[in-house]
């Protein structure tokens, strides 16, 4: 993985800490082109990396990777699955019915209605492999080296200590989709143990990270300590702590921290992409 990484909470309008500004971003994003010249910046500053879920308006942006090949034959795009809202606004609209018509595979909607609970509850692993495929279609012929699974997911999985079904979506990724699996939560320390518990060694981990110890569920200091002693390929998501942490403090904090292989940021301006991308260099030059 690249050192740095791009998001893209400010395109769909998420920001932890004004709704007024999650207004503007939603106006400022509402076309796709809006989105590209953002994306371009980053490129730009030197960020080849788009870490982003599969919300319904990435398959635009891909469709504009995929038809400007030269432009963009170094982009990687990492997804992270299953967009929630996506979901639960299908289901608002469609009913649970119609949803599952919309996103999942008919000979498993057949099968579904035929079985019902049983058929869910005897191959849950099947229909788990089908929803990641049906979610993947979208980043055809695009570089998609590590595919993420969402911390609603993740950390639903950890509290019902259901470890096998992660380590069942780190196998298939990697058989499936020639990639490797990533795992997004908000309990880190608890999420290497039980990895590692699964037999899985030195994953990859995207978690919130910060000076302020924003969204550390335990706290700064386990975090801090895990890094230290456990294997891990960790991206640091959140590291201004939704906006409480000046970014150069933020920043310098982060890059002192071991085990640290990425760090995710997303910002709305060249301005902004350049200024905390400078800071981790800078940071970087210091170790």
């Known amino acids: 993985m690249e050192r740095i990484l791009f998001g893209d909470n400010q395109f769909f309008a998420v920001n932890h ?17 809006a989105i590209m010249k953002v994306l371009d910046d980053a490129i730009a500053s030197g960020i080849n990396t788009f870490m982003c879920t599969t919300h319904d308006r990435i398959a635009n942006i891909c469709d504009i990777v995929r038809a400007n090949p030269e432009k963009y034959k170094d982009f990687k795009i990492l997804p992270c699955m299953p967009y929630a809202h996506k ?19 008919g000979n498993f909607f057949g099968s579904l209605f035929k079985g019902g609970m049983a058929y869910i509850t005897k191959d849950f692993e099947s229909i788990m492999e089908l929803m990641i495929d ?111 942490i000046h970014p150069k403090e933020a920043i310098e904090y982060i890059c002192k921290l071991p085990n640290i292989e990425s760090i995710l940021f997303g910002a709305s301006s060249k301005i902004n992409i350049e200024s905390t991308t400078n800071y981790i260099h800078q940071f970087d030059g210091k170790k």
Request: aromatic content about 6%.
């Open 87 to 105: 979901y639960a606004n299908a289901v608002t609209e469609l009913g649970i019915a119609g949803t599952l018509k919309q996103y999942v595979p």
């Open 134 to 244: 049906a979610e993947m279609k979208m980043f055809k012929d695009i570089n998609t080296p590590v595919i993420f699974l969402q911390n609603v997911i993740t950390d639903l999985l950890l509290g019902l200590r259901a470890t096998d079904i992660l380590v069942a979506f780190h196998h298939y990724i990697q058989k499936k989709h020639n990639a490797e699996a990533g795992f997004i939560t908000m309990n880190m320390p608890k999420l290497i143990s039980a990895l590692q518990e699964g037999g899985i060694e030195n994953p990859i981990i995207c978690a919130s990270i910060n000076k302020a110890g924003f969204r550390m569920s335990g706290g700064k200091e386990i975090y801090e300590e895990t890094l230290r002693n456990k294997k891990v390929r960790m991206i640091a998501m959140q590291v201004l702590g939704g906006g409480a």
């Open 17 to 33: 800490i004004s709704d007024d500004k999650s207004r503007a971003q939603s106006i400022k994003f509402k076309d796709d082109s």
